[in-house]
């Protein structure tokens, strides 16, 4: 990092181009950036995270094809807003902060369309025994295995809806309070030394 342009425990080189005072003034500056630096991590995570998924859910028709577009502009988003927190523009956290909530929105929109395909038509299992008569006549009854069919998939979408409010909320949480530490770090920190930072 730029702090550590002077060794640890010496001073600069009296004909160096910055003075023991800007020295200074960057050491604080990184101090101040660190819970910025720390949203700008998450922010990447969470966007290579993302952009995994989204080629991974492609191969799977039609569908996989729609979650694919809409994983990869919610990924997009994320390692824009990371370059963006990096370069101290508050509007970054913002942007993060509603990426997280359409990342929420697209989740659940998904699996309630997922929990009204399961709940309305008849159950995977059902549909697959029709196309093999001899395995229905084995297993007898079909009726139990739809209900069955019917509360896992309802057991199953309620999570993912649950754990995603949980989480993405969570984030976008994080994200919108970084905005504060955005503002306050420009607001406190020399120009010279913001302009430093955002060329390196």
């Known amino acids: 990092m730029i702090a550590s342009l002077a060794?640890?425990?010496?001073?600069?080189a009296p004909d160096g181009p910055l003075a023991p005072e800007h020295y200074r003034?960057?050491?604080?500056?990184?101090?101040?950036?660190?819970?910025?630096?720390?949203?700008?991590?998450?922010?990447?995570?969470?966007?290579?995270?993302?952009?995994?998924?989204?080629?991974?859910?492609?191969p799977f028709g039609m569908s996989g094809l729609l979650v694919t577009a809409g994983l990869s502009v919610?990924?997009?988003?994320?390692?824009?807003?990371?370059?963006?927190?990096?370069?101290?523009?508050?509007?970054?956290?913002?942007l993060l902060?509603?990426?997280?909530v359409g990342l929420l929105a697209m989740i659940t929109v998904y699996c309630v369309w997922m929990l009204f395909s399961g709940i309305s038509g008849e159950g995977a299992l059902a549909a697959e025994l029709k196309t093999h008569p001899e395995l229905a006549e084995a297993i007898g009854s079909l009726d139990g295995f739809d209900a069955l069919y019917k509360l896992?998939?309802?057991?199953?979408?309620?999570?993912?809806?649950?754990?995603?409010?949980?989480?993405?909320g969570l984030n976008a949480l994080y994200y919108f309070t970084r905005r504060k530490y955005v503002l306050s770090y420009v607001q406190e920190t020399p120009g010279w030394v913001i302009e430093l930072q955002r060329t390196t």
């Open 152 to 168: 896992a998939v309802v057991a199953i979408y309620g999570t993912v809806i649950g754990l995603s409010a949980v989480f993405q």
């Open 25 to 58: 003034q960057l050491a604080a500056a990184n101090e101040r950036a660190k819970k910025i630096r720390n949203a700008a991590g998450v922010a990447a995570f969470n966007g290579w995270a993302t952009a995994i998924l989204a080629i991974l859910s492609a």
């Open 7 to 12: 060794p640890e425990g010496k001073s600069p």
């Open 74 to 94: 919610i990924a997009f988003n994320e390692l824009r807003g990371r370059r963006r927190l990096l370069a101290y523009d508050p509007s970054a956290a913002t």
């Open 97 to 100: 902060g509603w990426n997280q």
